[in-house]
């Protein structure tokens, strides 16, 4: 079974500050891995996805991750954040094999200060 | 395209009662999923569609839950009796299909309130 651990349940940043949310993921096996947001009172979004390939993914909004399998890391960043940015954001596993479902993290609420 | 559709957005009931949530998947689209998210447990899968059949209802946290997809355009989450605890914001996503390569497109999301 797979489980992934979002480090920071909340992470604040100034405006035009770069962030980082990290998470982590345990599988025995290969996987897929995606960070979807979550804008309030809304539902979940895709924000990038790593399938296979290079290990550095670009996403929406001018988010990209970065796949490190020795750490068994997937941390997303962004250069400079803006107040739009202020959401929850998902951390997500799956197996690439057999049952692919979706595991979540328990999230990580950034908020963007002015 | 109008996306995921989910009814009623709210929904505040007195335990004991039957609660039915609804979903409308986008269009050409096969697989439906239902989700349930608390602070407690975050957001959990209850169960998934492929083309209408049930695959995979692991989920589902226990008998009072019973969900059904009658055809490709609609799909009902049932909790008959409902109880306090089963509070939370129930999501439907769909996908062209039940593999994760594919992006999962979520609802708005029902948030139910059981007293």
């Known amino acids: 079974a797979q489980s992934v651990t979002q480090l920071d349940s909340q992470v604040p940043v100034f405006e035009e500050a770069p962030v980082e949310l990290r998470c982590n993921y345990s599988?025995?096996?290969?996987?897929?891995l995606f960070w979807y947001v979550q804008y309030p009172n809304q539902g979940l979004q895709l924000l990038l996805k790593?399938?296979?390939?290079?290990?550095l993914v670009k996403g929406i909004n001018g988010f990209e991750a970065e796949f490190t399998k020795s750490q068994t890391s997937f941390h997303l960043r962004k250069p400079s954040v803006h107040i739009s940015d202020t959401a929850e954001y998902f951390c997500?596993?799956?197996?690439?094999?057999?049952?692919?479902?979706?595991?979540f993290g328990q999230g990580t609420r950034l908020t963007i200060n002015p | 395209d109008a996306g995921v559709i989910q009814s009623p957005r709210h929904e505040v009931t007195e335990m004991g009662q039957e609660v039915t949530l609804r979903c409308k998947p986008i269009?050409?689209?096969?697989?439906l999923f239902w989700y349930r998210q608390t602070m407690m447990r975050g957001l959990e899968l209850l169960i998934y569609?492929?083309?209408?059949?049930?695959?995979?209802d692991s989920g589902m946290p226990e008998d009072r839950f019973s969900a059904k997809m009658p055809n490709a355009s609609f799909s009902t989450l049932k909790i008959q009796p409902s109880e306090p605890r089963d509070s939370a914001v129930y999501f439907c996503?769909?996908?062209?299909?039940?593999?994760?390569?594919?992006?999962?497109?979520f609802g708005p999301g029902t948030r139910l309130l059981v007293l």
């Open positions: 269009s050409g689209h096969n697989s």
């Open positions: 997500a596993v799956s197996e690439t094999q057999g049952a692919q479902k979706l595991v």
């Open positions: 790593y399938l296979s390939g290079s290990t």
């Open positions: 569609f492929n083309n209408n059949v049930p695959i995979d």
């Open positions: 599988s025995s096996v290969s996987v897929y």
């Open positions: 996503a769909s996908s062209t299909t039940s593999g994760t390569r594919e992006t999962q497109y």
